[in-house]
């Protein structure tokens, strides 16, 4: 691995599951998640919400849906699962071919399903978080298989992050997933839980407003501007280490 520093983006053990040949144990490393930006953050608006009207729950997962490969995991039972609960979920960023077969397995013989799925096409990142500020929740799912290890799947974590922050919205992970799971709980941005039985009785019980409030006020010290100054101070001693070596 020809570089001089690494920039890891969940936790520095997921730099143990790369080839000991890559020797990143021996580089500079910083810490630098998926941050989010100020210039793409939603008010938080209760009344604009679409349950303000319905009084129903909305989740959106506004990343990516697997089917299975060798890689990932099918999303379909998970979001069946949610469906058949009488929540709505969003489903983001699929084209016709992939939104046919969402809903047939999804759907599957119960057609009271289709009342609860919304596949929406994709949205521009610019635009994405005052997309999903109407919905109640963001679900954050690795989608791996059992082929992948555990590790991996403790230690992931996308994007998909810093665009739900940026909404405003409270986050659902599993508690597989660690890093968030950790995420969420330090910071109360959310709920984490094993699996995906009760999630409506469980979301019910769950203070959104407050759950909001503190996404809102969390949001803003994970920010890209928040926290450029280190990744600044960072770069700058690699570069007087470098000419120090070098003259």
């Known amino acids: 691995l020809n570089c001089d520093a690494i920039f890891y ?4 053990k997921e730099l143990d599951l790369l080839p000991t040949s890559f ?5 500079p490393c910083l810490y630098v998640p998926a941050y989010t930006s100020k210039d793409w953050y939603a008010a938080l608006n209760r009344k604009q919400k679409i349950s303000y009207t319905d009084k129903d729950i909305h989740l959106v997962n506004a990343s990516f849906f697997s089917f299975d490969t060798a890689l990932y995991a099918s999303m379909a039972p998970e979001s069946k699962e949610i469906v058949e609960q009488g929540i709505h979920l969003h489903l983001y960023g699929n084209n016709e071919q992939i939104a046919d077969r ?5 759907i599957g013989e119960n057609e009271k399903n289709k009342d609860y799925l919304h596949i929406h096409s994709a949205v521009p990142p610019e635009k994405l978080s005052y997309e999903i500020a109407k919905y109640d929740f963001g679900l954050y799912q690795t989608g791996f298989s059992k082929n ?3 590790e991996v799947v403790k230690y992931i974590s996308g994007n998909a992050v810093s665009s739900l922050l940026e909404a405003g919205l409270p986050m659902i992970v599993k508690d597989e997933n660690w890093i968030n799971k950790e995420l969420v709980e330090n910071n109360k941005i959310g709920i984490s839980l094993a699996n995906f039985k009760n999630l409506k009785n469980k979301l019910k019980r769950s203070n959104q407003n407050q759950l909001s409030k503190n996404v809102i006020n969390f949001r803003e010290k994970f920010s890209f501007e928040e926290n450029i100054r280190g990744i600044i101070v960072f770069i700058n001693s690699l570069s007087n280490n470098f000419f120090n070596k070098t003259f």
Do not use: A, F, L
């Open 9 to 12: 983006k969940s936790h520095k």
């Open 102 to 106: 969402m809903k047939k397995e999804i």
């Open 148 to 150: 992948v290890k555990s």
């Open 23 to 27: 020797r990143v144990k021996d580089k």
